[in-house]
């Protein structure tokens, strides 16, 4: 193709996110739009050499939190620092609209329990400048990103709209409330919400330790609030089912939900670490609703499930215990000091926990802890967790983790497991990503921000998945697939996902032999000087959003492109 482009990539080795073969050639893009794929004998205002490259559509990223980050911060990260070009949020059904003046101590308090920002990061970093979902939309809309998001509609602020303290208070909704809700719901999508989102998960806690507005929320509920995504034609139902009380009796309500509205759903799923595969029986659940019509597909997470522990961090293995509260509010070098004293040693490695939030307790489950080091090994052997290290030197693992935190001068990071990694091995999430109505999902970026850090399972992936040799591996077009355009489509968007010509230019170029996976940092850049954790990669040359480099050799340019995708009945 002659001509002048604003942008050509040259000579990479193409994964076009379809899933099909490899192809070779050159990429021309104009307009934010692709304009040739082949070879393209027009020059570019900008071009990039992609020899011994590949080059991918943009990832899309569909579970993550970033629906304040959004609102006070212009880089996305860390999911752009992924290859990830768009991000979905408003997961988990918690958010920040719509919402009264009244309200606004209430959905930090859900939002600082269930997701683990600060309080005092969204008291400083949000201007609350709006009330109803339609609102909030035109001020994401108004603002500058690296990235571009989508939002779905969250069900607790929805439900506390509508009902007052009757709907904080999990109060059932009577036939006025529902009405209201199902209204909203239809309004909020044709100002070009996504979809819809709810949580049943038990352990989604209020900061307080309550229970959070939708839990148990009734399934007429959510049938009246889908019922506004079928009035309006467009949406998806995303959802967190609590598979505490077993998946034959959670899994009714996708059937029931997708059955009544007829509106596709999303859920997360994940296997044990040990017991019975349980999840191979919602996978038939799950071809029983598309075999019936009905669209349904799980977010599987390609690594373990797990909290990130540390003195720094939200979680370690001692902050719970009676003794710990002495030196809780010393700096780091001042509690690693006190932690030499022999007596509080005693104390520590001796003392149960003492009642607190239930992500506190993950911290202590020894058999399923490991130390997380440079590079991070999220797949490590089942000897080397605490329990593992603690019967082979004859002690408790009470003291293994307590001498790694003196060992590391307070600085070591921990692994909590938590779930997917069925006998200490990934089998049962590659078979899981290896299904046709699974995705790669739960990043969880923009929350979390002192215990998770998985934002990053895109680099993981490709690094674990394809990268690496072995009998679980996917092929690279295969493992690009279901990061771009298969989970695009399973949210809805249709114009993405895909290289090709008229297609919109979300673009990586990545050096797959040198990626590779930081260790997990903290760094210090929230509003009211609050810390996260943030995962750097090395290995994406480029990353381009709507025909915009965005970060080069993983680092970003500055480039703000990003918009707020608003849905097709928007």
């Not at 967790?385 to 004859?394: L, R, Y």
């Amino acid at each position: 193709m002659n001509g002048k482009h604003d942008l050509v990539i040259r000579n990479g080795t193409i994964a076009d996110g379809s899933g099909e073969a490899l192809i070779f050639g050159d990429i021309a893009i104009s307009n934010g739009k692709i304009e040739a794929i082949g070879e393209v004998s027009g020059r570019g205002q900008e071009e990039i050499d992609a020899t011994d490259r590949i080059v991918t559509p943009g990832f899309v990223d569909v579970h993550t939190h970033y629906d304040g980050q959004c609102i006070w911060a212009e880089e996305l990260s860390p999911s752009s620092s992924h290859g990830v070009t768009t991000a979905i949020m408003g997961n988990c059904g918690v958010g920040f609209a719509p919402c009264r003046a009244e309200d606004h101590d209430m959905l930090i308090n859900v939002m600082e329990g269930v997701e683990d920002i600060p309080g005092v990061v969204m008291t400083d970093g949000l201007p609350w400048n709006w009330e109803t979902f339609p609102e909030y939309l035109d001020i994401v809309a108004q603002g500058k990103r690296d990235i571009d998001v989508a939002a779905y509609l969250p069900h607790s602020p929805l439900r506390v709209f509508a009902m007052g303290k009757r709907g904080a208070n999990r109060e059932p909704a009577n036939a006025e409330d529902l009405a209201l809700m199902r209204k909203l719901s239809k309004e909020a999508i044709e100002a070009g919400a996504l979809g819809f989102a709810t949580s049943r998960l038990s352990i989604h806690k209020t900061a307080e330790g309550g229970s959070i507005p939708t839990f148990e929320a009734d399934i007429a509920e959510l049938e009246a609030i889908c019922g506004g995504l079928a009035d309006a034609g467009s949406g998806t139902f995303q959802i967190v089912l609590d598979a505490f009380v077993g998946w034959d009796k959670e899994y009714q309500v996708i059937e029931k939900v997708v059955e009544s509205s007829g509106r596709p759903a999303t859920f997360t799923l994940a296997s044990g670490n040990d017991g019975p595969p349980r999840w191979r029986s919602v996978l038939d659940m799950i071809n029983q609703t598309n075999a019936n019509g009905g669209k349904a597909t799980a977010q599987i997470m390609p690594r373990p499930i797990g909290l990130i522990a540390g003195l720094e961090l939200t979680v370690h293995p001692f902050i719970l215990c009676p003794s710990w509260s002495k030196i809780a509010d010393l700096s780091l070098a001042e509690q690693v000091k006190a932690m030499h004293d022999p007596q509080l040693r005693a104390d520590l490695i001796t003392e149960d926990f003492e009642h607190g939030h239930p992500f506190n307790a993950l911290a202590r489950d020894w058999n399923w802890l490991f130390p997380l080091d440079d590079p991070p090994d999220y797949a490590p052997p089942k000897e080397k967790s605490m329990a593992g290290q603690a019967a082979a030197k004859g002690c408790t693992p009470q003291e293994i983790a307590y001498d790694r935190l003196l060992e590391t001068n307070g600085k070591g990071l921990f692994l909590a497991a938590l779930g997917n990694y069925e006998n200490a091995t990934l089998e049962s999430a590659h078979e899981m990503l290896s299904h046709p109505h699974c995705i790669p999902g739960l990043g969880d970026g923009g929350a979390h921000y002192g215990a998770i850090c998985d934002a990053s399972y895109s680099t993981y992936l490709l690094t674990q998945f394809v990268q690496k040799p072995g009998e679980l591996q996917f092929d690279l077009p295969q493992a690009v697939h279901m990061l771009s355009h298969k989970a695009a489509k399973a949210v809805g968007l249709a114009d993405r996902g895909l290289l090709k010509p008229g297609a919109k230019a979300d673009i990586n170029v990545i050096n797959l032999k040198e990626m590779k996976l930081h260790l997990p940092e903290i760094v210090q850049d929230l509003p009211a000087g609050g810390k996260r954790l943030h995962q750097r990669a090395t290995g994406y040359d480029a990353t381009i959003v709507s025909g915009e480099v965005i970060r080069r050799y993983d680092q970003s340019t500055g480039a703000r492109p990003g918009q707020l995708i608003r849905n097709a009945a928007a």
